[in-house]
């Protein structure tokens, strides 16, 4: 990961994090409700801010997690 973006990438994972509680998902539940899968642990990579992920990925979290990339990231 790029040292300069590693605050907004715990930022976002917190983001990410927060939407899936809100939910009352468990991190392998939001990995079924994502196609093609993102793995349980890239999830807690991510939303611990340790992955440096795809913008592909994000799109497909946002919408497991049934919110648009924008709102998640202007909502949190």
Do not use: W
Request: hydrophobic fraction near 40%; glycine fraction near 4%; aromatic fraction near 10%.
């Amino acid at each position: 990961m790029v040292k300069i973006f590693e605050k907004d990438y715990k930022e976002l994972g917190q983001k990410i994090k927060k939407r899936r509680l809100e939910l009352k998902l468990g991190q392998e539940q939001l990995a079924l409700l994502t196609a093609p899968k993102v793995d349980r642990a890239k999830i807690s990579d991510i939303e611990n801010g340790k992955e440096d992920f795809h913008f592909s990925t994000f799109l497909r979290l946002c919408k497991a997690l049934d919110i648009d990339f924008i709102e998640l990231i202007k909502k949190y």
